[in-house]
């Protein structure tokens, strides 16, 4: 009992102190992210996205790259993941009915 009237009173706590502050804590976050944003748009020069069965599996695959200046090289990060076949949209699910491998066209959220 002890315990929940500790975390009751931590949670209201919490809530008073983000209601306080929140005017301060969303101008943070939004001049971080407009700070970051430019070079998190410039340091990816190229991404693919592709889905391939594996098996009775789904794997959703994206590719990044970027041009590292210090090292004067390209990098490559390969981001994998597991999907489930009903969270495919049926257009994409009719796509891969027919290939192994197809390769998603992506949008530039901006």
């Known amino acids: ?6 975390l009751l009173g931590s949670v209201i706590a919490a809530g008073v102190a983000v209601k306080k502050y929140w005017e ?3 101008n943070w976050a939004i001049n971080a992210y407009n700070k970051l944003a430019p070079f998190i748009k410039q340091a990816v020069q190229e991404a ?6 594996f098996g009775q599996s789904i794997r959703s695959i994206a590719n990044y790259y ?13 981001v994998t993941r597991e999907m489930n ?22 949008t530039n959220a901006q």
């Open 48 to 53: 693919a996205a592709y889905l391939q069965k």
């Open 66 to 78: 970027w041009f590292k200046p210090e090292t004067k090289t390209w990098q490559e990060t390969t």
């Open 1 to 6: 009992m002890i315990i929940e009237l500790l």
């Open 85 to 106: 076949y009903n969270d495919i949209p049926d257009e994409i699910r009719e796509k891969l009915s027919r290939h192994n491998k197809i390769e998603l066209e992506l």
């Open 24 to 26: 301060e804590i969303k």
